[in-house]
């Protein structure tokens, strides 16, 4: 099976301007979540989706978005961006749930100017 | 907030010795992971301890958990270059109404030849 795929692998963006990334999770996952990535932060969970809803969600301002496709496949949004959005963002899949073994694609890194 | 505490924060080895890394937790769990994270890739999954098992095994990799204690240890025997990582912990946690993975800030593995 392929593995789970994001695009755009690298994005530099300037402060206010919005992004979206997108996420394919492996055939046959139905969870797809989304973590955002920094030196400060370490690792921090945005948000869960399942069956093209909205699961769980992390404690991230109203700015970090997301949503899922008949097919699974995700994109998650950013507006107005600020430069403490810089990161890697990485998105994972699994079976069921987020809270089994999650499938990591390569990242996005983000870079706000 | 971070569920997992990984400590060490950096561990520096040689080849062919062991490599053992501890994971403290806060909350009670249903099941407690090991990632790696080779620098800004995604993450890989390495293993799953359920909180009814103790201890678990999968090739180089020995995972002991505590649940009395809120800890977990990862052993790598005989180590190699190829071990040269970021390694995390993670647990499911649940609060405010949402499930989430949460993830410690790591320990940063570095085995030289």
């Known amino acids: 099976k392929a593995g789970v795929t994001q695009t755009p692998r690298y994005l530099i963006k300037t402060r206010g301007q919005q992004v979206t990334l997108s996420c394919s999770p492996i055939?046959?996952?139905?969870?797809v979540s989304w973590y955002q990535q920094t030196p400060g932060q370490g690792l921090q969970f945005l948000f869960e989706?399942?069956?093209?809803?909205?699961?769980n969600k992390g404690n991230f301002p109203g700015r970090f978005s997301g949503r899922q496709f008949s097919n699974s496949r995700s994109e998650m949004n950013v507006s107005t961006l600020e430069l403490g959005d810089s990161a890697l963002y990485l998105c994972?899949?699994?079976?069921?749930?987020?809270?089994?073994?999650?499938?990591f694609g390569p990242g996005t890194r983000l870079l706000v100017l | 907030s971070q569920q997992g505490e990984e400590d060490p924060q950096a561990l520096s080895i040689q080849e062919g010795e062991n490599a053992t890394m501890n994971c403290s937790y806060k909350t009670s769990i249903n099941n407690l992971q090991w990632y790696r994270q080779n620098s800004g890739r995604g993450l890989v999954h390495l293993i799953l301890i359920r909180s009814n098992e103790r201890e678990k095994h999968s090739g180089r990799l020995r995972v002991t958990l505590d649940t009395s204690k809120k800890s977990s240890s990862l052993l790598i025997t005989a180590s190699r270059a190829a071990d040269t990582a970021s390694y995390f912990c993670a647990t499911d946690s649940f609060s405010g109404g949402y499930n989430k993975l949460i993830f410690g800030a790591g320990t940063r593995l570095a085995v030289h030849p």
């Open positions: 994972a899949s699994s079976f069921r749930r987020s809270q089994e073994t999650q499938y």
């Open positions: 055939s046959g996952h139905r969870s």
């Open positions: 989706y399942f069956s093209e809803t909205q699961r």
